[in-house]
């Protein structure tokens, strides 16, 4: 299981502003351009927290008679899926210094139509991720910022499996 690509924590972002051919003069170059603005703390101590959680049982399906006449009698099976976590922030000391830290994670695990291991049962597969965010940002005059930032993320993707690949070579 590897994992790699762009992943973001979009609950972390107190601002987001993608541009795509038609750039303006701010940004002068051509392409995708993507700014990015993390939250920050303030002098009023803030925070949230999140939790989305659902499984295979709030599905329907669509296997009908003639999906099985075309061999397909196992339909996908979303076994578990969530997303949840949490942020705070604030001062550190009163109109100098302030912090945010989120943390957030997810899961999902599902059976891929037409897919099966070895032995006959559906394979699985899995996606984890875990992220941490944090700032730290003080204003030492009106001209002068310091800001440290940083954040940790750990993903766990299995590759796509398809019918014609085989849960072996995934």
Same mark, same amino acid.
């Given at each position: 299981?590897?994992?790699?690509? %762009?992943?973001?924590?979009?609950?972390?972002?107190?601002? =987001?502003?993608?541009?795509?051919?038609?750039?303006?003069?701010?940004?002068? @170059?051509?392409?995708? @351009?993507?700014?990015?603005?993390?939250?920050?703390?303030? @002098?009023?101590?803030?925070?949230? =927290?999140?939790?989305?959680?659902? %499984?295979?049982?709030?599905? =329907?399906?669509?296997?009908? =008679?003639?999906?099985? %006449?075309?061999?397909?009698?196992?339909?996908?099976?979303?076994?578990?899926?969530?997303?949840?976590?949490?942020?705070?922030?604030?001062?550190?000391?009163?109109?100098?210094?302030?912090?945010?830290?989120?943390?957030?994670?997810?899961?999902?695990?599902? @059976?891929?139509?037409?897919?099966?291991?070895?032995?006959?049962?559906?394979?699985?597969?899995?996606? %984890?991720?875990?992220?941490?965010?944090?700032?730290?940002?003080?204003?030492?005059?009106?001209?002068?910022?310091?800001?440290?930032?940083?954040?940790?993320?750990?993903?766990?993707?299995?590759?796509?499996?398809?019918?014609?690949?085989?849960?072996?070579?995934?």
């Amino acid at each position: 299981t590897g994992g790699g690509g %762009s992943y973001f924590d979009y609950a972390s972002f107190e601002e =987001a502003r993608m541009q795509t051919i038609a750039n303006d003069v701010e940004t002068p @170059n051509r392409g995708i @351009n993507l700014n990015l603005i993390v939250k920050s703390g303030g @002098n009023e101590f803030h925070g949230d =927290a999140s939790w989305e959680q659902t %499984s295979g049982k709030l599905a =329907a399906s669509n296997l009908d =008679a003639d999906l099985r %006449s075309k061999g397909i009698n196992t339909p996908n099976y979303l076994r578990r899926r969530f997303y949840g976590g949490a942020d705070i922030g604030g001062r550190i000391v009163r109109n100098k210094l302030w912090f945010y830290s989120g943390v957030r994670g997810r899961q999902n695990a599902e @059976n891929p139509l037409g897919v099966f291991q070895a032995d006959g049962s559906p394979g699985i597969v899995e996606q %984890s991720q875990f992220m941490v965010t944090n700032k730290v940002s003080s204003h030492k005059t009106r001209s002068q910022r310091l800001v440290f930032f940083d954040h940790y993320q750990r993903l766990i993707k299995d590759n796509p499996v398809t019918v014609s690949q085989g849960y072996e070579t995934k």
